[in-house]
């Protein structure tokens, strides 16, 4: 046949796409621009890898400054109420940094072995103010401080018998059943709220002081941020220097500025609550401590057991433990650690619970959970290292025993942690978000189920709190049972423990089968669960006991 010189009919026209459409279309080749990652590659130092030993010294001290601020913090809400002056002020924060050091030292040897410090928890300031108040109205015969004596017996009574609560869900791994329910969608807003739900000892504790809080939250930003940046071509040590210990240089310039204006009389004619707030000589901390002072078994007298107060007691406990939870996650994405497996979130809680037991065996009104402050620190100096956290304790130990010395750095105007306490939050709460790299971002369940319970995790708490404070220190609880009233403000007064709440329950029945990809448990269950086979090899590298204690306890308590 011969050839033909027809041209095939041309392709019919394809129509525009509308302008919003064409917008939206990706260019060719075009793919995401951050990819999800599963460690924060700006650290220095992972959870087992260590600077040098000057570096770690220098670093565990300002690990005991930062939790040294919301300790005096706690203790300043407590104390007046139960009745005791400056000295029993300074004798409670000495019981309670020596605990913090010993729970510390628990948690990062045998425990989740995260770069986690162990600090006195504001979840048990309702039940200690509950206590203070019943005392105060059936024993008006006591001066203030036999009723100091008598709250702090009862408050270490009740103690004592709710920390069982977290050893039976941590030894009997109910706390691991649940934990392997979690997912990057629970996290999210948990980890979230964990920074924002301490909001209050934040900016509106720096207001209460604004010409020594701003100045300082201002110099912490330019110091630690600014100067690396834009002067670090002079010599690389100034980026080194100011990244790591600006927060040290920017204490020490700020409390010497207060000094100077306790000093010149910038204070001596305004109110007493100013004073309190501003001047480095009105704690009285100083001069009230005690030279030596080891903190003792029941050094205010022998414990007082009551069936209500341990009740209500158990609420704080349950609170620190759904908290110290979230602040595990936050820990491990900045330690450069993988997530915290199930079994070793519970084995967390049961040693948990024995440091509370220790607690108030060794005169301390309040049990313990993680330090969110000290989570920050670790993202704002790049060094997750376990090891500066272990040392740290040292300084929580030292300065517990030599009074004198401690409350030196405790006389620090709180305006000046608060500040510090802004920057440091705000990392943890930016680190909840970035769980949500590893589910679906595009999905409505997803957005539905975080938006409600990180809303709900700072709207219900704040609500709490807000009847509270106008209602002569009552909650919205007002049952004829006082330890159902403790519970109930308690719990849905911690944001954290509300918004893992709602999360969890959402999260496993809404939708919840045929949604492991949307979910993110592709990527999250191999972390929680310790199946051969099926887990992350790397949990033992993280998370393993740093000497073999398979050979003696069972694998199902580890």
Same mark, same amino acid.
């Given at each position: 046949m ?10 019919p ?11 939206m ?8 621009i ?11 130092y ?8 000057v ?55 045998i ?12 979840a ?15 024993n ?14 009862t ?5 004592i018998?709710a ?7 941590g ?17 999210t ?6 920074g924002?739900?301490?909001f ?13 809080g ?31 210990y ?16 306790t000093a ?28 030596v ?5 029941f050094?205010w ?17 349950l ?11 936050a ?7 993988t997530?915290?497996?199930?079994h ?8 948990q ?31 997750g ?41 705000? =990392? $943890? +709460?930016? *680190? ?5 790299? #590893?589910?679906?971002?595009? &999905?409505? %369940? ?54 893992? =709440? $709602? +999360?969890? *329950? ?5 939708? #919840?089968?045929?949604?492991? &990809?949307? %979910? ?13 086979g ?25």
């Amino acid at each position: 046949m011969g050839e033909t010189n027809e041209q095939p009919p041309p392709p019919p026209p394809v129509a525009a796409p509308p302008p919003m459409m064409a917008m939206m279309v990706p260019p060719v080749g075009a793919g995401a621009i951050h990819p999800p990652h599963e460690q924060f590659h700006h650290l220095n130092y992972c959870v087992h890898s260590n600077p040098s030993w000057v570096q770690v010294a220098a670093l565990a001290f300002l690990h005991y400054l930062v939790m040294l601020g919301s300790t005096v913090m706690l203790a300043s809400v407590i104390v007046p109420a139960m009745g005791g002056n400056a000295g029993d002020k300074a004798r409670v924060i000495q019981s309670l940094l020596f605990m913090s050091g010993i729970n510390t030292l628990i948690q990062t040897l045998i425990g989740t072995r995260l770069p986690t410090v162990m600090n006195a928890s504001f979840a048990f300031v309702v039940p200690v103010l509950s206590i203070a108040r019943e005392i105060e109205s059936n024993n008006d015969l006591l001066n203030d401080h036999e009723r100091f004596k008598h709250t702090m017996r009862t408050a270490q009574g009740a103690l004592i018998v709710a920390s069982i609560l977290n050893m039976i869900l941590g030894f009997s791994t109910i706390w691991a059943a649940y934990a392997k329910k979690f997912s990057p969608v629970i996290m999210t807003p948990v980890v979230c709220v964990v920074g924002l739900g301490l909001f209050e000892i934040g900016f509106p504790q720096v207001g209460k002081c604004v010409e020594i809080g701003l100045p300082m939250l201002i110099l912490a930003v330019l110091v630690q941020q600014y100067v690396p940046n834009y002067f670090g071509y002079i010599h690389p040590r100034v980026t080194f220097l100011f990244e790591r210990y600006s927060l040290l240089l920017c204490i020490g310039i700020v409390w010497a500025f207060a000094a100077i204006l306790t000093a010149a009389g910038a204070y001596d004619h305004v109110s007493l609550k100013t004073q309190q707030h501003c001047r480095t000589d009105k704690s009285r901390l100083i001069s009230s401590a005690p030279w030596v002072k080891v903190p003792l078994p029941f050094q205010w007298g022998p414990p007082i057991f009551t069936a209500g107060h341990s009740f209500g007691m158990m609420g704080a406990v349950l609170v620190a433990a759904f908290e110290s939870t979230g602040a595990h996650f936050a820990t491990a994405r900045l330690a450069g650690a993988t997530p915290p497996p199930a079994h070793v979130l519970s084995r967390s809680v049961g040693l948990q619970g024995i440091g509370m037991f220790l607690g108030g065996i060794f005169s301390c009104p309040t049990g313990s959970s993680v330090s969110v402050e000290n989570i920050g620190l670790l993202g704002l100096t790049k060094v997750g290292s376990r090891r500066v956290v272990q040392i740290s304790t040292g300084f929580m130990i030292f300065f517990s025993l030599f009074g004198k010395f401690g409350a030196f750095f405790a006389s620090i105007p709180l305006p000046i942690f608060a500040a510090i306490y802004c920057i440091l939050f705000g =990392i $943890v +709460a930016a *680190v909840g978000v970035s769980f949500m790299q #590893f589910a679906n971002k595009n &999905s409505m %369940r997803n957005i539905y189920i975080i938006g409600l319970s990180l809303f709900l995790g700072i709207s219900i708490p704040q609500y709490f709190n807000e009847y509270t404070s106008s209602a002569d220190g009552r909650g919205p609880a007002r049952t004829n049972a006082g330890w159902f009233n403790d519970i109930i403000n308690t719990v849905f007064a911690s944001g954290p423990t509300v918004a893992l =709440i $709602v +999360a969890s *329950v959402l999260d496993n029945t809404l939708e #919840f089968r045929g949604y492991e &990809s949307d %979910r993110g448990l592709s990527w999250f269950q191999p972390f929680l669960r310790r199946h051969k086979g099926y887990s992350d090899p790397r949990n033992e590298e993280f998370y393993s006991f740093p000497i073999r204690v398979h050979d003696f306890i069972p694998s199902r308590f580890l």
